[in-house]
């Protein structure tokens, strides 16, 4: 996706990106800083983002992709908006009828009147072909 005679890139991204530069099938070590650094632009370059968190709003985080040709003129840059979702299963895990999000007793179980954990009922049915 890169434009005819560019030779580099560099990356900038919010804070609540993660980045990560493969050039030729081997990682960076660490995260990308959100700017200022710049990688050749060979075959088999892959750029890798994900989210931290969960975002507050839609399109509140971004990632820019500048080009560079030989001598490290400018060509063009590329942009994508982020919108990071959180997915979280909550449930009763002490049993007392409250929701909890942070509740330690989720990662456990124990069986009986005093026990924790959630109770799952799967429907495995089949319901259409």
């Known amino acids: 996706a890169a434009p005819a005679g560019a030779v580099s890139f560099g990356v900038k991204h919010t804070e609540g990106v993660n980045v990560e530069v ?6 960076e070590v660490g995260s990308v800083p959100s700017t200022g650094t710049r990688w050749p632009l060979d ?34 840059q590329a942009g994508v908006f982020l919108t990071g979702i959180g ?9 007392d009828g409250v929701v909890e999000k942070n509740n330690p007793n989720k990662a456990s179980w124990t069986w009986g009147p005093e026990g924790h ?11 259409s072909p």
Do not use: H, W
């Open 22 to 27: 493969a050039c030729q099938g081997r990682a």
């Open 43 to 76: 075959k088999g370059t892959v750029l890798r983002f994900s989210m931290s968190r969960a975002s507050t709003e839609v399109n509140d985080n971004k990632v820019t992709v500048s080009f560079y040709a030989e001598g490290g003129q400018p060509i063009n």
């Open 87 to 95: 997915i979280s299963l909550d449930v009763d895990a002490d049993r």
């Open 117 to 127: 954990g959630a109770i799952l009922l799967v429907s495995c049915d089949k319901e």
